[in-house]
């Protein structure tokens, strides 16, 4: 019977995607690499090396129009689904891992009950930290990982937890310095990371008024 692999790619950096992740690629018949409208697909990039099958290029829009999404990620799994009717197995990659905000989680809902195995990825606030030779926590701090759609959300993280990885910044970039300011945080700014035009920075005003890429977090520390 034909599975489907979800496999993480990690965050960026070639070198950065598992053994397993590997192995799977060079294996299967059709490798599932998701792109947005007029753009590559950073997923290939990284693991392109590694593939060995064909490569069906699936678009994904960026839209926030639930309708738009819906139609798309319904058409998709069709077409997937096709694929493994016809008894190929099919790896749908990702950046980071495919479990946290990945287009992969929608995917592997709508497949049913297709036999399926995910492979997790190094995620990109684990990388950055790694970059920055930062703990994200360590002892009894504690943690959260938030997208940063809801400044109020955001907040509410900032009062409850020692350490706050702010994912989707790009948005809200001014407000969330700003509220790091007022919480007494220390925030780190990572953009791009493994990829070779990566920005680190420790000084978070210097990029207000700029744009920010897609691919940017900050790890924000509450200063003791």
């Not at 998701?34 to 593939?51: D, L, M, V």
């Not at 990659?93 to 297709?114: A, E, V």
């Amino acid at each position: 019977m034909a599975k489907l692999y979800g496999i993480g790619v990690g965050p960026g950096e070639e070198s950065l995607i598992t053994l397993k992740a590997v192995k799977i690629l060079q294996k299967v018949d059709v490798v599932i690499a998701p792109t947005s409208k007029g753009e590559g697909s950073i997923a290939y990039e990284i693991a392109k090396p590694y593939i060995k099958g064909d490569v069906v290029f699936m678009e994904f829009p960026m839209t926030y129009s639930k309708e738009d999404l819906k139609t798309k990620w319904e058409e998709n799994v069709r077409k997937i689904k096709k694929l493994l009717d016809e008894g190929k197995d099919v790896a749908f990659i990702t950046i980071g891992d495919p479990m946290i905000y990945s287009t992969y989680i929608y995917i592997l809902k709508g497949i049913g009950d297709y036999e399926s195995e995910t492979i997790p990825g190094i995620t990109s606030y684990s990388a950055a930290a790694s970059r920055l030779n930062i703990p994200i926590a360590e002892g009894n701090e504690t943690f959260a990982v938030i997208p940063s759609g809801d400044v109020k959300e955001i907040s509410k993280a900032l009062d409850m937890f020692d350490n706050v990885v702010l994912m989707k910044i790009s948005r809200r970039y001014e407000e969330i310095v700003n509220l790091l300011k007022e919480k007494s945080f220390k925030g780190y700014l990572v953009i791009k990371c493994g990829h070779q035009d990566e920005e680190i920075s420790y000084d978070l005003d210097k990029y207000i008024g700029k744009k920010i890429d897609y691919l940017s977090l900050i790890i924000a520390k509450k200063v003791k």
